[in-house]
């Protein structure tokens, strides 16, 4: 059964970091595995933030795109997201998604991609 847990959200001022983690459990990274980090305010639709597949390839957000950077350490089982220079609206509760088989590359930012997800980890930025 796979499990992720994520932490390390918390709150920051404008222009601050921070680093999520995902510790991970009954997964198994592959060269086609991909994980990734969306986010979710009340009454909008979860948006993918960034995405990593096993073979290293990324995708971004473009609202991310320069400030977050996605990576993973496969012998920890634990999927990172530094998290740069955060705005007011990048305050949401922040989700780690995980997907055992091949995903398009069209379709990793994509909630309905993921099968495994975890419970959520709160960021919020004050300006």
């Known amino acids: 059964q796979v499990q992720l847990v994520e932490s390390g959200g918390g709150s920051v001022e404008a222009g601050g970091s921070l680093r999520l983690s995902c510790a991970a459990s009954?997964?198994?990274?592959?060269?086609?595995?991909?994980m990734g980090w969306f986010r979710q305010t009340p009454g909008k639709e979860r948006e993918g933030v960034a995405s990593i597949v096993g073979d290293g390839s990324t995708m971004y957000a473009d609202s991310v795109k320069g400030r977050f950077a996605i990576s993973q350490d496969n012998d920890k089982n634990t999927l990172y997201l530094q998290m740069n220079n955060l705005k007011p609206e990048d305050t949401a509760m922040y989700y780690c998604?995980?997907?055992?088989?091949?995903?398009?590359?069209?379709?990793?930012?994509?909630?309905?991609?993921?099968?495994?997800w975890g419970q959520g980890t709160q960021v919020t930025v004050s300006s």
């Open positions: 998604a995980a997907q055992r088989r091949p995903v398009s590359w069209w379709a990793r930012l994509s909630r309905a991609a993921f099968d495994y």
């Open positions: 009954g997964y198994t990274y592959s060269t086609y595995s991909i």
